[in-house]
């Protein structure tokens, strides 16, 4: 079955805290994954693709093959970081992307 | 310039009535895709569509008709709309990979 979870609705964390925001997913095949966020009642935007191994504003992911997972995080959390993050897997050959249930990030001051 | 645009933004109508929403990509993708974004802000794939011809199709009521009149547009046309059909639904486009999406439609169903 291909699915991705993230097991987190919320993380809060304070201003200049370390954040990890967890992503497990499975599937058969070779996976592609990705992050996207959605900051506050805007359009998903991509922030990371595996493949690509850099970083966006100050964020990282590494695939674990070995662990199915692929964790978003970032060493100081910023206030603007505060927004919707969503793990993606790319599932099959029509390049259907299968989103987990998404992990709303506040960061306070 | 906007990449993928939808049209409305915010559409509030009555149960049972029939609407549309519209998208545009400027990106030159070959492939579209419908998703629906419900109140608990879960993702999921309605209907994809490569150069004009459907290719994902999600369990998804026959209320819903996709329609790409060219590989620049894909519609979306809700018969009967339902109080569940109410979410923000995103068009977006790709090349392979990865995808870009539209800034959403939200709709209320009344």
């Known amino acids: 079955a291909q699915r991705v979870t993230q097991p987190e609705k919320l993380l809060s964390v304070f201003k200049g805290a370390p954040v990890e925001l967890k992503c497990n997913y499975s599937?058969?095949?070779?996976?592609?994954l990705f992050w996207y966020v959605q900051y506050s009642r805007q359009r998903l935007q991509l922030l990371l693709r595996?493949?690509s191994r850099e970083s966006i504003k100050g964020f990282t992911a590494d695939l674990n093959k070995g662990e199915t997972s692929f964790h978003l995080k970032k060493p100081f959390a910023q206030e603007e970081d505060s927004a919707m993050y969503y793990c993606?897997?790319?599932?099959?050959?029509?390049?259907?992307?299968?989103f987990g249930a998404g992990t709303r990030l506040a960061v306070h001051p | 310039d906007t990449a993928v645009s939808q049209t409305p933004k915010y559409l509030v109508t009555q149960m049972g009535n029939d609407k549309s929403i519209k998208c545009e990509q400027n990106?030159?993708?070959?492939?579209m895709y419908w998703y629906k974004q419900d109140s608990k802000k879960f993702l999921k794939i309605m209907f994809s569509?490569?150069?004009?011809?459907?290719?994902i199709n999600e369990t998804v009521p026959n209320r819903f008709s996709p329609k790409s009149p060219d590989k620049a547009h894909l519609n979306l046309h809700i018969n009967s709309l339902e109080l569940g059909d109410s979410a923000v639904y995103f068009c977006?486009?790709?090349?392979?990979?990865?995808?870009?999406f539209g800034p959403g439609t939200r709709l209320l169903v009344l």
């Open positions: 993606a897997l790319r599932a099959g050959g029509y390049n259907k992307l299968i």
């Open positions: 595996h493949i």
């Open positions: 990106l030159g993708h070959d492939t």
């Open positions: 569509y490569n150069n004009k011809e459907l290719i």
């Open positions: 977006a486009s790709s090349q392979g990979s990865p995808q870009y």
């Open positions: 599937y058969s095949g070779s996976p592609e």
